[in-house]
């Protein structure tokens, strides 16, 4: 039960890191073991074992702590807002539609788009 409550706010937290920049400055991976770093900790779920096992290199985990501590200044950021007033803010954000599917593919040979 608790492992679902890890997933999906790890998950919640990989959504709102495009929030901020650091899918630009970090690979994917960082962020993944931070996400599931917080999620554990909010969950209650002891993951010492599992992040010391993961064998990083000290510069990994700087980069790790660095996107937690990214993280943990986007919700202090945020904490003062109540629940409308981010559904108000949000509601600014422009919504773009899918990509369309022929954009998503190279032209065929000769056609400049």
């Not at 495009?18 to 993944?32: E, G, Q, S, T, W």
């Not at 790790?64 to 109540?82: A, G, I, P, T």
Request: proline content about 8%; glycine content about 4%.
């Amino acid at each position: 039960q608790k492992m679902a409550g890890v997933t999906e706010t790890a998950w919640c937290l990989i959504n709102d890191s495009f929030r901020l920049d650091v899918c630009l400055f970090y690979p994917p991976h960082i962020l993944a073991i931070a996400a599931v770093n917080i999620a554990c900790a909010y969950m209650g779920v002891d993951a010492t074992g599992w992040f010391e096992s993961l064998n990083f290199l000290p510069a990994h985990r700087e980069q790790v702590k660095q996107v937690e501590d990214e993280f943990l200044v986007l919700y202090e950021e945020y904490s003062h807002l109540k629940p409308d007033e981010i559904c108000r803010v949000l509601s600014k954000v422009p919504i773009h539609g899918p990509v369309q599917q022929h954009l998503l593919s190279p032209p065929p040979a000769g056609e400049v788009r």
